[in-house]
């Protein structure tokens, strides 16, 4: 059983605050992280590891910096790591690093399941996962919270849905993207975290696989950004305190009467 | 440059021959578009049965053509059949942009369909627009911290997904009228690679859609735990609303997260939106921001939520709220 797992360096989006004198994100002193759904995805991996046997395989596209986020992976179960890393990767948007991404899976080998989180916190698109099934011409489950293997190849899905969940069957190789699971990654043991830092990290460049590379980067990228902006705050509230709730309740009253809202 | 890239479609998602509502809240904002182009709204209905009736509805809420495909193989969704549908139905008819709910179905076929047209997707859209025959994507990334503005200018069809709840349905027009076109597509069964073995509903049936609601009245950390949520039920009850939650709420594990507002939970839209005990992080105000007046209750006079509140109260909410349910009750 050999699985690939896709992970992403993000930072963490829950310590960002706005600077609402100049409307811009604050990213100094935000830490980088293995992007979450990312880690539930490696666990679900490394668990289908540990029953069946096999390998696990994590796989990152991003600057140098990203190799931490890759030696976690390898403190808590990965077997080995890649990172995809090339100036022509730059500026893609998620079709082309979906298709970067699934020509390296392609150049690296065979693998019976690929996994990815259900989308990054950052960017938060959730495509790039159905996008690399879909390049790589395999079946894909969304929304997993756990998975297993049977002997003869099947593959069954525990998938969220809005109201509960469904099992889906599908057969490998397939890939999965993983939501919250019920379980909690496991933490790296002072040992696993020494013995990862040793591993070493393969780089990828585009000199290593086979891809055409008028896919990739800023010219392979359909969506452009036109531009970004923090959110706008409506800034003429209202607020009331009076010296008892009372009073505060009633001038809310009259507020709302006045302006025919209840 | 993309001369014979015409016509908008909307896909209407639907299960059984019962359309989701964002499908129908989707026709409202691109009718609007479709017009400042002088092009077609068309809707794609893709489903097992009853497929006339869901076609009729999406005329009554502003398409002007229909695309109909029906089969056995479409009863329950799945990525293989339903992106085979929309990926034949676009190579014959090359619209100019494809309109899907971001819904856990919408989120699935919508990048799969992407790839296979090689194509630009914009996922989880909160508000749309028509720049030089361009569609401006808005969409917020970063937990909700940034929105951007996005353009596929040089691929048709232009594709995205749009989040339920922002756009609200257009009052139906049962007199409208418009052309149903019935295409024939089957999906042989080996084509289609999944197959759901089973399906288990965890929701209980008396959670309200919290979608729906008109009135909301909400929840966070401020309401100290489960029991806190009964001052809060009484002014929902008197108010014909229903209660809502924040994440601190739901992660406490005070309340279920079928109730949650936000990034992470459901995007609501009603009439009056009040915040009771909730900070105002800027991953709950995602999933608010659209309510038409929004009221907040908060000790804590610093706090977010007033910031995006129309109307607020500074004080506990255990003293005010019980007062505003016996206004309330006074006046009804």
Known sequence: MDILV??????DTTEIKINYETNTLIREGVPSIVNPFDAYALEVAVRLKEKHGGTVTVLSMGPDQAKAALKECLSVGADKAYLLSDRAFGGSDTLATSY???SAIHSLGKFDLIMCGKQAIDGDT?????????????????????????????????????????????????????????????????????????????VITSQDITIDLSRAGLKGSPTKVKKTYTPPMKGDSVVIKEETAKESVDKLISILDEKSII | MFEEYKNLWVYIESSNGVAANVGLELLNPTRALADSVNEKLVAIVIDSKDTEALAQTAIKYGADEVIVVEGEEYASYSTDAYTNVLNVLAEKYKPSAIFIGATNRGRDLGPRLAARVKTGLTADCTSLAMDNGNIVWTRPAF??????????????????????????????????????????????????RTKIVDIVTTV??????IEEAEILVSGGAGVGGPEGYGVLKELALAMGGSIAASRAAVDAGWIDHAYQVG???????????????????????????????????????????????????????????????????KRR
Not at chain 1, 6 to 11: D, G, L, M, T
């Open chain 2, 143 to 192: 937990g909700g911290n940034l929105m951007a503005n996005i353009l596929c200018p040089e691929h048709r069809p232009q594709l995205g997904t749009v989040r339920p709840g922002v756009f609200k349905k257009a009052e139906p027009d049962e007199h409208r009228v418009g052309n149903i076109i019935k295409e024939d597509i089957t999906t042989p069964l080996e084509m289609i």
């Open chain 1, 6 to 11: 896709c992970v992403k360096q993000v930072p």
């Open chain 2, 263 to 329: 990034q992470t939970g459901k995007t609501v839209g009603p009439k009056i939106y009040i915040a009771c005990g909730i900070s105002g992080a800027i991953q709950h105000v995602a999933g608010m921001s659209s309510a038409d007046v929004i009221i907040a209750i908060n000790k804590d006079p610093e706090a977010n939520i007033f910031k995006v509140a129309d109307y607020g109260i500074v004080g506990d909410l255990f003293e005010v709220v019980p007062i505003l349910t016996e206004e309330i009750k």
């Open chain 1, 100 to 102: 970067i991404l699934a």
């Open chain 2, 204 to 209: 209980s049936s008396d959670v309200p859609n």
């Open chain 1, 126 to 202: 959730a495509q790039v996962g159905p996008e690399i099934a879909e390049h790589l011409d395999i079946p894909q489950v969304t929304y997993a919270l756990d998975a297993d293997v049977t002997e003869d190849g099947k593959v069954i899905v525990k998938k969220e849905t809005e109201t509960g969940y469904e099992m889906v069957e599908t057969q490998i190789p397939a890939l999965l993207t993983v939501v919250k699971t019920e379980f909690e990654p496991r933490m790296a043991s002072v040992k696993a975290k020494i013995a990862a830092n040793r591993k070493p990290i393969d």
